[in-house]
């Protein structure tokens, strides 16, 4: 018996089954204690979810570089093991090394990081985790008008990067150009008209006009780009039934339902307040009673 666990002991096969169970159980305590310890200090969620991320990273590579050191006297035979049926695995696992590229695309290419609100494959959300395989977001819009969550969670392959268009809200300018139209009667004043709006989109929205405008000259630093009109403006067009006013603004990419509701309100008190100077216009149908002899 004595003689049995000694041979068991020394044999190279369980000597090294040990060491590697041993070495990634220390590898991933260490990566756990670090994780709930100092990780959850960090205040910025979206700095805490990157070095949990970085973590992770770091244990995995860690448990692949013990692998390499153990078995270092058998990776010859692995690697031409592994050349012969590269062809094969490379054409089954096409999406997979996609995927894979489009990770690291992500990540060394700046396309988009965790937080940002981000259009791909036909989906938008906020990206709530960036995968070696998937991107995760967090659904808005279908179904729910206003650029809010509609509670659906999609995993979407990193792949699309290279397939579709990748539209990002938050990256190098988060803010977006937003419009509302206003229509009037023809006997409005519309000298008036635009004044008033203007005023309440400058008392309204001036930090936003400000913080863009930052923003715009930090962007247009390293992108190349014509100047634009940051501040809000009002234009307007007309037919025969009634006057339209448009007013365009900078708004940030996560407030265009709450900001236009506000705008809404006080436009109406204005309107209210403006004696008879501005009249909301409406669509009109008459309706004629014709009596038949």
Known sequence: ???????????????????LFLGIAVIWILIKFVQSRFIGRIKAADNRHRTKKLTSFIGYFLTIILITTIYSDRLGGFGVALGVAGAGIAFAL?????????????VFGNFYKTGDRVQLGGIKGDVMDI??????????????????????IVRISNSF????????????????????KIPLKTESDYKYAKEVFLNIMEESLGDFAKNSQDAWNKMTQSLYVENAQITPMVSMSFDESWMTFTLRYIVNYKMRRTTK???????LEAIKASNGKLKIASAAIEVTNMNKN
């Open 161 to 180: 990067v290279f397939k579709e268009p990748v539209f990002n809200y938050s990256a190098d300018f988060p803010f977006l150009w937003d419009e509302m």
């Open 261 to 267: 509701d506000m705008l809404y309100i006080k436009i």
């Open 1 to 19: 018996m004595e003689n049995n666990i000694k041979e068991l002991l020394y044999d190279p096969t369980i000597s090294k089954l040990v060491m």
């Open 131 to 152: 995968g070696v395989l998937r991107t995760t977001l967090m659904e808005v819009g279908q179904w729910v008008n206003g650029d809010l969550y509609n509670g659906r």
């Open 94 to 106: 096409q999406e997979v090394i996609t995927s894979v590229a489009g990770w690291l695309a992500i």
